[in-house]
C-alpha cells in the first residue's frame, strides 16, 4: 500500500459518528507526537493516529498485522529512553484523546480511567473524592496513565508507596496480535495462574497497548511535614535514613548534592533552606500525626548532629513551607537543562548507594576533570539521578561521544553492584545497547520468547528494548 492509501485506510478505521478519532499528517504533529523528551533520534512516523475507543486501537492493530507496520504508542511523551520515539515511519498510536475516568468505586477505593488520563488528572480526582493516588514525579502534569504503566514509574514516594505497578488492579489491553484482553477484572484475590497484568506493566508497548487501567486509591496522608537537612559526608545519607526509619514511617527520602542545590538557586524562585553549606542534603518527608511524631522527629534530628552526621536543618512549619523546600529537589532538571545535561537513571539496593555513587563519580571525574557532575534521586529506594554538564567550550557532539564512554563506565559499575542500568524510565532505544549489564542472556531469551508469544509478527514498538 502507498503512504496516502494507508493514511485513508487509518481514517476509516478510527473516524465514526459516536467516536470521531483523528489522523494526522501534518510536519509539526508528526514532529510533536513522534517523539520523546530524548533528542537523540530524529522522528520520522508515517501518521499520527488519535483513537477514541479500545475497539478503533484493535483495528489499528490488526490493520498494522495486516499490513506489517509497526506501531509506536505515544503518551505524555516524558520519557527519556527514546521508548517513544518514531524514527522508521511507524504509525504513532497517541492516547491523548482516551483521557476520560470511566467509573469510580468508593467501596473498593478504584477508579477505571483510559490510557491517556494524565497522572495530575488521576490524582485530582482521587483528592476530590477524600482519596489519595500516591504515585507522583515531576511530570505529573503532562504523563499519562499509560505511559506511566508502560513504564513502571516510579518517582518520590516509591520508599512508602511502591511503583505504578503496586496500584493496578485490572487493565484492559490490546495485544501485539490484534486481541482484547481484560485483566484480572479488579480483583484483590485472583490465582488462577500468570498474572498478565505484569508482563504489560514495564513492557513499554512492545506486547500490546494498554488502552484502560483500573487503579488502586488510598486515604489521604495527613499533615505532611518536610525536614531538609545538609549532611556531613555521603555515607551519612544511609546514617540518617536508618536512623528516622526506625521511628518513623517516610514518605519519601530524596538527595541532591551541594552542585545540585546551587544550580537551583541560582536559577531563582528558590531560597537555601539554610546558611550552613553542605557537600549533600536529604530531604525528608513524613505525616506529623501528633505531637509525639514530631517530638521524635526533633530528638532524631538532634541525635543525628550529634553524631557529626548533620549539619544543619530545617523542618516545615506549614504545607507552604513544605512546598518551598520541595522546590530544592524538584527544580534540579529544569535549573541544569540549558547545560545540555547528559543523564542517567540508575539503581543499586539502598545499602550499597553510598559506595556506588563514589566510585562513578571518582571515574569519571578522573578521566573528564572539566565535566560538572550533579547528582540527585530517590536515594531512599537507591534510584540515582546522574547529571553531567557540558562544558561550555565544548561542541555538542564532542561532548555526546565523550558520554559514550562514560556510559561504558557507569554500567560496569552498574553491574558489579548488580544494578539497574534503567531504573524508572525503561529501555527503549537509548538503554538497549547495554541491557546484558542489568539482564542475564537467558532472561534475555526469555524476553524475547514472550514477546514472540504476544506479537508474532513484531509490529508493536519494534526496535525497543532489544531487536
Given at each position: ?5 494507508i493514511?485513508?485506510?487509518l481514517?476509516?478505521l ?65 520519557g ?58 515531576a ?5 499519562q ?15 512508602r ?76 545519607t ?34 537555601a533552606?539554610?546558611?550552613?553549606e ?21 530528638a ?41 545535561p ?32 550533579i ?37 560496569e ?7 539497574s ?8 532505544m ?38
Amino acid at each position: 500500500m502507498s503512504s496516502e492509501q494507508i493514511i485513508a485506510a487509518l481514517e476509516e478505521l478510527v473516524t465514526t459518528a459516536e467516536n470521531p478519532g483523528k489522523v494526522l499528517t501534518d510536519p509539526s504533529d508528526l514532529d510533536t507526537y513522534g517523539k520523546d523528551w530524548t533528542k537523540i533520534y530524529p522522528p520520522k512516523p508515517l501518521a499520527i493516529v488519535l483513537p477514541k475507543t479500545t475497539e478503533q486501537v484493535q483495528a489499528v492493530v490488526r490493520f498494522a498485522n495486516e499490513n506489517n507496520i509497526g506501531l509506536v504508542p505515544s503518551g505524555g511523551r516524558t520519557g527519556l529512553s527514546a521508548g517513544a520515539v518514531a524514527a522508521n515511519g511507524e504509525i504513532v498510536v497517541a492516547f491523548d484523546n482516551m483521557n476520560q475516568v470511566l467509573d469510580f468505586n468508593a467501596s473498593d477505593r478504584t477508579v477505571r480511567c483510559q490510557a491517556g488520563v494524565v497522572t495530575e488528572q488521576l490524582q485530582n480526582f482521587a483528592e476530590e473524592n477524600g482519596l489519595y493516588y500516591p504515585v507522583d514525579f515531576a511530570s505529573a502534569g503532562s504523563s499519562q496513565l499509560g505511559g506511566n504503566l508502560s513504564t513502571n514509574a516510579g518517582g518520590i514516594k516509591v520508599i512508602r508507596y511502591g511503583m505504578s505497578r503496586d496500584w493496578v488492579a485490572g487493565l484492559k489491553v490490546v495485544t501485539g496480535k490484534g486481541d482484547i484482553l481484560d485483566l484480572n477484572k479488579d480483583l484483590a484475590k485472583n490465582n488462577t495462574g500468570y498474572d498478565l497484568r505484569h508482563l504489560f506493566i514495564g513492557a513499554e508497548g512492545t506486547l500490546g497497548f494498554i488502552t484502560e487501567a483500573t487503579m488502586k486509591l488510598t486515604r489521604k496522608p495527613d499533615n505532611l511535614t518536610v525536614l531538609v537537612l545538609g549532611l556531613n559526608d555521603l555515607v551519612n545519607t544511609m546514617d540518617v535514613l536508618q536512623s528516622f526509619q526506625s521511628k518513623l514511617d517516610l514518605t519519601a527520602y530524596e538527595f541532591f548534592s551541594h552542585q545540585a542545590m546551587q544550580h537551583v538557586l541560582a536559577h531563582g524562585q528558590v531560597q537555601a533552606p539554610f546558611e550552613t553549606e553542605a557537600p549533600y542534603y536529604a530531604l525528608l518527608e513524613f505525616e506529623a500525626v501528633s505531637d509525639q511524631v514530631m517530638d521524635d522527629a526533633m530528638a532524631l534530628f538532634e541525635e543525628c548532629v550529634e553524631k557529626g552526621w548533620v549539619l544543619d536543618g530545617v523542618i516545615s512549619q506549614s504545607e507552604t513551607q513544605a512546598n518551598s523546600l520541595w522546590q530544592l529537589r524538584e527544580r534540579i532538571s529544569e535549573s541544569i537543562a540549558p547545560r545540555i545535561p547528559y543523564k542517567n537513571d540508575i539503581s543499586v539496593v539502598v545499602s550499597k548507594v553510598p559506595g556506588f555513587l563514589q566510585e562513578i563519580d571518582s571515574v569519571v571525574t578522573e578521566h573528564y576533570p572539566d565535566f560538572e557532575i550533579i547528582w540527585f534521586g530517590h536515594i531512599g529506594d537507591g534510584n540515582l539521578h546522574l547529571n553531567i554538564l557540558k562544558p561550555e567550550d565544548m561542541a555538542k557532539e564532542d561532548f555526546f561521544e565523550k558520554c559514550q564512554q562514560v556510559n561504558k563506565w557507569v554500567f560496569e559499575i552498574v553491574e558489579r553492584y548488580q544494578g539497574s542500568v534503567s531504573a524508572e524510565h525503561g529501555v527503549g532505544m537509548t538503554k538497549k545497547p547495554y541491557l546484558q549489564y542489568t539482564r542475564s542472556e537467558a532472561e534475555i531469551a526469555y524476553l524475547k520468547g514472550i514477546k514472540l508469544a504476544f506479537d508474532p509478527n513484531g509490529i508493536m514498538n519494534p526496535g525497543k528494548i532489544f531487536d
